[in-house]
């Protein structure tokens, strides 16, 4: 069974310009998380889809992010314009349901450089 | 959310047991306690969870305290791919839904 996919493990690019991340979760889970950690810093939070709608995007740091998940299948990360802080490493996560109990399946991130 | 609080780092030798511990106060009674940890380069992996008993899978064990204020993972026989960073978590309902709080974790070092 496939894990969770992530596209592209790097990218690299100026200030100002757009970047999309792209995630592909387990499939059949209809969870899907966002996660970053940026330099230095401890892994965070960014919002969870359940299938298509977003439950909670409390975690995301303003509003040149934008995440989008059609037909409840994959997601994408859109950041525009980037910034110099959005460089680190964005991780998508998905679970079969939402609860305590539940494990998280992580991809391997996307190494964002924003130069 | 309730906090964890976990040494910065341990040492193991390599086929030795590790017993990492993890202080967890402010637990509520519907959190359980997840650990995951995180391979260089890679994304973080679940390692293991439970909320009241002692609970055991082919990776590691975890032993839960009585009054669950703390818990340690065993990692029964440590090998050099188990050095990573490991992360105790308290997983239950939040203003956050159930999303993980990572916190800095355990960078667990093995040596040959």
């Known amino acids: 069974e496939a894990g969770v996919t992530q596209f592209p493990s790097h990218s690299v690019i100026e200030k100002g310009q757009t970047v999309t991340l792209r995630c592909d979760p387990i499939?059949?889970?209809?969870?899907l998380y966002w996660y970053r950690r940026v330099m230095g810093k401890e892994i965070k939070f960014l919002l969870h889809f359940v299938k298509e709608s977003k439950q909670d995007e409390s975690g995301m740091p303003n509003n040149r992010f934008l995440a989008e998940r059609t037909g409840g299948t994959y997601s994408t990360l859109k950041v525009q314009p980037a910034e110099l802080e959005d460089s680190g490493v964005y991780f998508c996560?998905?679970?079969?349901?939402?609860?305590?109990?539940?494990?998280?399946?992580f991809g391997s991130g996307t190494q964002l450089s924003v130069l | 959310d309730a906090k964890t609080t976990q040494p910065n780092s341990m040492e193991s030798n390599e086929e030795e047991p590790v017993h990492l511990p993890c202080n967890h106060s402010t637990i509520s009674g519907t959190d359980y306690i997840h650990w995951y940890r995180q391979l260089p380069s890679q994304g973080p992996e679940y390692v293991i969870h439970?909320?009241?008993s002692n609970v055991n899978n082919r990776m590691a064990s975890l032993a839960i305290a009585e009054d669950r204020k703390s818990s340690t993972l065993i990692l029964h026989r440590a090998t050099l791919r188990d050095a990573a960073v490991y992360y105790c978590i308290l997983k239950g309902v939040s203003n956050s839904g159930y999303a993980l709080n990572f916190g800095k974790g355990t960078s667990l070092l093995v040596t040959p």
């Open positions: 499939s059949g889970h209809d969870n």
């Open positions: 996560a998905s679970s079969l349901a939402e609860g305590g109990y539940e494990k998280l399946f």
């Open positions: 439970g909320l009241t």
